[in-house]
């Protein structure tokens, strides 16, 4: 990332100092190192997010993204109970295959398989 990319990420208020940009500058190097995949995108922009919020606010930042990970983790499992119960009545009446419904929701056949009790 140069710095002129940097500057437009973070906007005209961004509250940092130069010594501070130059630091995040630097911060987001390593973030490229560490995600250099162009699919890494999601994680580069949350980690570079992170950097930006440890150096510009007073909030807890750590506890913010347990609280993120935690409704993270309810969404999946909500989103998998209802995926569940799904295959056990579309496939059964014959609305979907296994391995239709497996691509469809966008999860491994023998999840799908296991949900119908047949491993």
Known sequence: MQQYELEAWLGDDHSLTGDQVAELLHTAAEIGERYPDADDQLERDAALSTAYQLMATDRDVVEDLAREREAAKNAELQALA?????????????????????????????????????R
């Open 82 to 118: 209802g995926l569940r119960q799904a295959a056990l009545t579309l496939i059964p009446r014959g609305d979907a295959t296994e391995y239709g419904f497996a691509k469809k929701a966008g999860v491994d056949r023998m999840n799908v398989r296991r949900w119908l009790g047949k």
